[in-house]
């Protein structure tokens, strides 16, 4: 477990899945965070993930809880590459009394702490819907930088949407030169 001011991260489990259904079908959640995911997620599904991800050499699996243990979010890697030290990740807060309160940003940091100074990753990659400003701006807090846009790359809601790309260092996280 790795334990920050408000919030813990701890290793996802299956009594979860309960909560992240109900989390990820929450509209605001679903539209923000799948990229061609129309449905919400049903229990099969998070269950089959769990069983697939949750202790895989592939990737980490971590739940966001709060100190006093109330499950309101998660975060995962996603294409794990141990030879380039790289990875990308995806993080969702899906209890909404704790959006937009800094919840995901210090879960962030946790997050990267741990892939880049206990893992030894290099650098570290995530997408984001432009539209999703909240999540823009978190991802700036935790030290992301715009490395592009992916022009007209979603469709949601009647219109093409951009994406963007952003990562940050092991270097740029503890606050010293990318030597990249």
Known sequence: ???????????????????IVQYQSDPEVTDNYYM????PPIKDFVDHWYERSVGSKEGFTFAIETKEGLYIGGCFTM??????GT????IFIGHPDYRSKGYGTEAMKLFL???????????VKLNVFGFNKRAIRS???AGFNLEGINRNELYR???YHDTHVMSITR??????ECKC
């Open 1 to 19: 477990m790795f334990s920050g001011e408000r919030i813990n991260l701890r290793p996802q489990k299956k009594e979860d899945s309960e909560l």
């Open 36 to 39: 061609s995911m129309s449905i």
């Open 79 to 84: 294409w794990l590459n141990w030879k380039n």
């Open 87 to 90: 990875t990308y990740l995806a």
């Open 113 to 123: 702490n741990f892939l880049f100074n206990e893992l030894g990753l290099r650098k």
């Open 139 to 141: 991802y700036e807090k």
């Open 157 to 159: 809601n009647g219109e």
């Open 171 to 176: 270097d740029e996280f503890n606050g010293g």
